[in-house]
C-alpha cells in the first residue's frame, strides 16, 4: 500500500465530471498519489458515476482514492479506504465494515482529544484545520500550528492538514509535524493544475512520477 504522506487532493463539488477528471489526471501526473472524492452537492446515481470513474484513472496512475462521507459508495466501487468528518458515522462502526484493508481516516478540526479518541478506534490517519482561511470552508475553525506540534508529538498515526493550503502556506505546516497537506482549491482552481502539484510535492522531497 502507498504510504500515507505527500500531497492528498481533494475534489471539488463539480458537476461536470470531464472537468473533474481532467484536472484530477494533470494533478495525478504532477505526483499526486492520494485523491479524496468528495462531492457534497452530486445525486447519489451522479456520485456514483463520478466515483467509479476516478477509481479507473487513480488505479491507471498507482494511486489512492478516498471516498468522503460514504462507506457504502466506496465498498461499491472497491475505493482504498474512507474519510469521515465528526458527523458522518460512527468511526469504529466505519472500520468494521471497511475490514483491516481500507484506510480510514478522521477529521479531528481543532481537537487533539479527537484524534486520541479516532486512533482508538482504528482510524489510519487523522485530519486538523482549517489553518488558513478556506473558500471551501469559510466559517471553519481554525487549527494552529501547535497543535499541529502537540499531535505529531503525541499521535503515532499519520496527521493531514487541511484548510487554505497553498504550496507557499504548505511549508510550515510540513515542519510542524503534517504528513499529509489536503489541498482543494489551491489544486483544481490553478491555472495548470500539474504545475501546482509538481510544486507541492516538491515540498515532501519527493520525484514527481
Known amino acids: 500500500m502507498i504510504r500515507l504522506k505527500g500531497l492528498y487532493a481533494v475534489t471539488p463539488d463539480w458537476n461536470d465530471s470531464k472537468r473533474l477528471l481532467a484536472s484530477t489526471e494533470a494533478i495525478l501526473a504532477g505526483g499526486c498519489r492520494i485523491v479524496q472524492y468528495r462531492n457534497k452537492a452530486a445525486s447519489d446515481c451522479h456520485r456514483q458515476e463520478q466515483a467509479g470513474a476516478l477509481r479507473a484513472l487513480t488505479r491507471r496512475y498507482h494511486a489512492l482514492l478516498i471516498v468522503n462521507d460514504f462507506v457504502d459508495l466506496a465498498l461499491q466501487i472497491e475505493a482504498d479506504g474512507v474519510h469521515l468528518g465528526g458527523d458522518d458515522g460512527d468511526l469504529a462502526a466505519a472500520r468494521a465494515r471497511l475490514g ?110
Open 100 to 209: 483491516a484493508g481500507k484506510i480510514l481516516g478522521a477529521s479531528c478540526y481543532d481537537d487533539l482529544g479527537l484524534a486520541r479518541r479516532a486512533q482508538t478506534a482504528g482510524a489510519d490517519y487523522v485530519a486538523f484545520g482549517s489553518f488558513f482561511p478556506s473558500q471551501v470552508k469559510p466559517d471553519a475553525r481554525r487549527a494552529s500550528l501547535d497543535l499541529l506540534r502537540a499531535a505529531r508529538a503525541e499521535i503515532e498515526l499519520p496527521i493531514c492538514a487541511i484548510g487554505g493550503i497553498t504550496a507557499s502556506n504548505g511549508r510550515a505546516l510540513v515542519e510542524a509535524g503534517a504528513d499529509l497537506l489536503a489541498v482543494i482549491s489551491a489544486l483544481y482552481e490553478a491555472d495548470d493544475p500539474k504545475a501546482a502539484a509538481e510544486e507541492f510535492a516538491s515540498l515532501f522531497g519527493r520525484e514527481k512520477t
